[in-house]
């Protein structure tokens, strides 16, 4: 009898687990399927909570979402300005800053909150998610807002990094922490070797680089040149040299790549040249956080690394380094990179004006200087560069200004629609390039192969 | 002869276990090395330091609020393992002794759950959890892991080779099934609970994606989302020596964890494995 009962007990014990799991799965099923009924839900929700916070006094609260790619205590300074504007619009407004991990993070974390309807008011992301998060209709453009401001307001942002949050001839997005990528050089070990300026061109690049490579019995202790390559990121790495040979790998309106364009082969090979035909840089592929370890150890003469880096570099270095643009055949000279501001859609009208408020105190000249000189990203304004304390700074420290100086020959970063696999496409064959797996061309034909077939329906 | 060749055997394989043990030290002895030395020397050899300093541990606890996050990390992880090896106990037991109508059926659709990769579920699980109003909760850490298809699995098997006799005898002397449970099986599954206990417990200590996408407040996350304040370092260089010091911050607890109990941790996965 006794033992009876207990197995009754267990038996409901079980089917109680077997029915929550089910009704678990369930329910995700069903989000799904009838998202519509979720979507007007949610609709409900909004005004009700929209009506509740008018009749209240209370401040409107904002979730902002933001990755971190530059080590350190970078994320203190963000949730600095944050308090800083929080005290500003006390009573009226309250961001709560959510730090999401690294931008691929920060985008997973933002799609599966949204999808529940939990959207985040605003965030930073990649320039380039753009297509990503219009595609899924999660971002609101910014047109309206920047209507209500004077004409100066978004004259005053240097155009390129503008270029590229444009889909449909409107905006989604403002620049909030942006790089392009530069040539960092040993001034000591270029005088030694007799370089009188740093390298502007692809033919004094080599030239530079040959004079630069030091060899002890037959083993290179030191290389002319070291560029970041391999991994997912080599699309980013890659692509400068593209548009140093006159190529734009895609189309503003993200539908087409040319990855095998005469041009851009020309320019894979003359990386791949670099290492294995000029030999003043290693073959094979290269770490992106080791090349700076390497050149403040003086082990390389020159590297191309992001301006992200600057500040850690001028922290550490032990010897004077001088900053110039990316050597070019003709084109421009580095394409972009970082994050941009967004307002996601599925928000409340006055959570909108809010992060509208949030955004302009953002990409003030004075956060954007400070900024800037915190993290090595571009101040994203003219007027950053007019203020007292970046002026100053440039002043002291001109290499700070190289990459702004950069940006009228700069082009937008590889971006398309279904973004994720298109930029992989590429990357995987630039990896096969490095590892000698593959000739040049093959790679780049099957580079874009694949990404055409990921365009399919765009 | 023969014992000649064991000798060799024996030499052999020693000489294996010491190499492969050397090439699995190498980080965990980089990591230590580069973490005590001046910033500056990071790039020099592994022995190759010109002094040792603390500095980098305290800019790593001062660029997060470790304090907080190993407060969080220990209560999540203290949290799933109560509430997990309780339901894995019961439900295994059900599996492995009682007679119930669709066992087999419910059984195999535990262990289904086995194949489902576990990021497949963030996003079902995030709806749930926000249906529950959860969000920003240690419990949302946790609540997906209270029951374990992979712990009810090893358990059960463990259960099953307990002999049928102890338990009829028992229930001849009028033994209840709790006093089974808890005198006979527990007991004798030790060495199997040993290691779900360290398992689960390292892989929630490790834990990364999950706590970041379903808690927002410093005060609910754990010790792996601050250690990527440092790891996210896409754009600049890794500045390694307090990336390196605020990576021992996590892994002490579970380092020291490994050395005191390391006889048990040894044996507990000898007994699973062998039999």
Redesign the interface.
Same mark, same amino acid.
Do not use: R
């Given at each position: 009898m006794?033992?009876n009962n207990?197995?009754l007990f267990?038996?409901v014990?079980?089917l109680l687990?077997?029915l929550f799991?089910i009704t678990?799965?369930g329910?995700?099923e069903d989000?799904s399927s009838s998202e519509d009924e979720t979507k007007s839900e949610e609709a409900n929700k909004e005004t009700e909570e929209a009506s509740e916070e008018v009749s209240s006094d209370k401040p409107v609260e904002l979730?902002f979402y933001y990755?971190?790619?530059?080590?350190?205590?970078i994320?203190?300074k963000v949730e600095s300005y944050v308090e800083q504007f929080n005290q500003q619009n006390e009573g009226k407004i309250v961001v709560?800053p959510?730090?999401?991990?690294?931008?691929a993070?920060t985008l997973?974390?933002a799609?599966?909150?949204t999808?529940?309807?939990?959207s985040p008011d605003l965030g930073i992301f990649l320039q380039t998610d753009i297509f990503d998060l219009t595609d899924l209709d999660y971002v609101e453009p910014v047109d309206e807002f920047i209507a209500q401001e004077d004409e100066s307001f978004i004259d005053d942002f240097y155009p390129a990094l503008l270029d590229g949050s444009e889909i449909g001839g409107k905006r989604y997005s403002l620049p909030f922490q942006r790089?392009t990528q530069v040539l960092y050089y040993n001034k000591e070990v270029l005088k030694e070797a007799g370089v009188e300026k740093a390298p502007e061109t692809w033919d004094e690049l080599v030239e530079a680089g040959q004079k630069l490579v030091k060899e002890e019995n037959g083993e290179v202790t030191r290389w002319g040149l070291q560029v970041p390559m391999g991994g997912p990121?080599g699309y980013w790495n890659i692509q400068p040299f593209a548009l140093q040979n006159g190529v734009e790998l895609a189309n503003p309106e993200g539908t087409e790549v040319a990855f095998n364009d005469a041009k851009t082969i020309e320019a894979v090979q003359f990386f791949y040249d670099l290492a294995h035909e000029h030999k003043i840089m290693p073959e094979g592929p290269q770490g992106?956080?080791?090349?700076?370890?390497?050149f403040?150890?003086g082990?390389t003469a020159m590297m191309v690394?992001?301006t992200?880096?600057l500040?850690?570099?001028k922290e550490?270095a032990?010897f004077d380094f001088g900053v110039s643009m990316l050597p070019t055949n003709g084109g421009d000279r580095t394409n972009l990179?970082?994050g941009n501001l967004y307002i996601f859609k599925d928000i409340p009208q006055e959570n909108k004006d809010a992060a509208w408020e949030f955004i302009k105190f953002l990409t003030s000249p004075e956060i954007a200087a400070d900024w800037s000189m915190a993290s090595?990203y571009i101040g994203v304004t003219k007027s950053a560069y007019e203020t007292p304390e970046l002026k100053a700074y440039v002043e002291e420290f001109p290499e700070a200004a190289v990459a702004r100086d950069q940006l009228e020959e700069a082009g937008a970063e590889l971006a398309t629609h279904n973004n994720g696999k298109v930029t992989r496409a590429f990357s995987d064959e630039i990896d096969a390039v490095i590892t000698g797996s593959k000739s040049v061309e093959d790679a780049m034909n099957d580079a874009q192969e694949n990404a055409e077939r990921a365009l399919k329906g765009f | 002869m023969n014992t000649t060749k064991d000798k060799i055997i024996h030499v052999f394989s020693t000489a294996c276990i010491i190499l492969l043990s050397f090439v699995w030290i190498i980080p965990l002895m980089w990591s230590i090395s580069i973490a005590f030395r001046p910033?500056?020397d990071?790039?020099k050899g592994l022995f190759d330091i010109s002094g040792i300093t603390f500095e980098n541990f305290v800019?790593a606890w001062?660029?997060?609020p470790f304090g907080s996050y190993y407060i969080a990390t220990i209560i999540i992880v203290v949290g799933i393992l109560c509430v997990q090896l309780v339901?894995s106990v019961?439900?295994a037991?059900?599996f492995a002794r %009682?007679?119930? #109508?669709g066992k087999n059926v419910?059984f195999v659709?535990f262990i289904v759950q086995l194949m489902i990769p576990a990021d497949v579920l963030?996003?079902?699980n995030?709806?749930?959890i926000?249906?529950f109003g959860l969000?920003d909760t240690k419990i949302a850490v946790m609540l997906p892991y209270f029951?374990s298809a992979f712990s009810i699995f090893l358990l059960r098997q463990t259960f099953k080779q307990v002999p049928i006799e102890f338990d009829e005898s028992a229930?001849m002397e009028g033994a209840?099934?709790?006093n089974i449970l808890t005198k006979i099986y527990i007991p004798m599954a030790k060495p199997t609970l040993t290691a779900l206990t360290l398992t689960v417990g390292s892989f929630h200590w490790n834990n990364? %994606?999950w706590p #970041?996408?379903v808690t927002?407040?410093e005060e609910n996350r754990p010790l792996t989302?601050g250690l990527?304040?440092?790891?996210?370092?896409?754009?600049?260089?890794?500045?390694?020596a307090?990336?390196t010091a605020g990576m021992l911050f996590v892994i002490l607890p579970l380092l020291i964890a490994f050395i005191i109990f390391q006889r048990q941790f040894i044996n507990s996965f000898m007994h699973a494995g062998l039999k």
């Open positions: 006794k033992t207990k197995s267990a038996l014990f079980v687990l077997t799991t678990a799965c329910s995700s989000a979730e990755p971190v790619s530059v080590g350190g205590a994320a203190e709560n959510v730090f999401a991990g690294s931008y993070d997973t974390k799609k599966t909150a999808e529940a309807g939990n790089s990121m992106w956080g080791d090349i700076p370890t390497n403040l150890a082990n690394h992001s992200g880096s500040t850690n570099v550490k032990e990179g970082g090595g | 910033a500056n990071v790039y800019n001062n660029e997060a339901t019961l439900a037991y059900a %009682l007679e119930f #109508l419910l659709l963030i996003a079902p995030y709806e749930i926000s249906d969000i029951a229930k209840s099934m709790w990364y %994606l #970041l996408i927002n407040s989302v990527s304040v440092f790891s996210a370092s896409s754009e600049s260089g890794a500045n390694w307090t990336v």
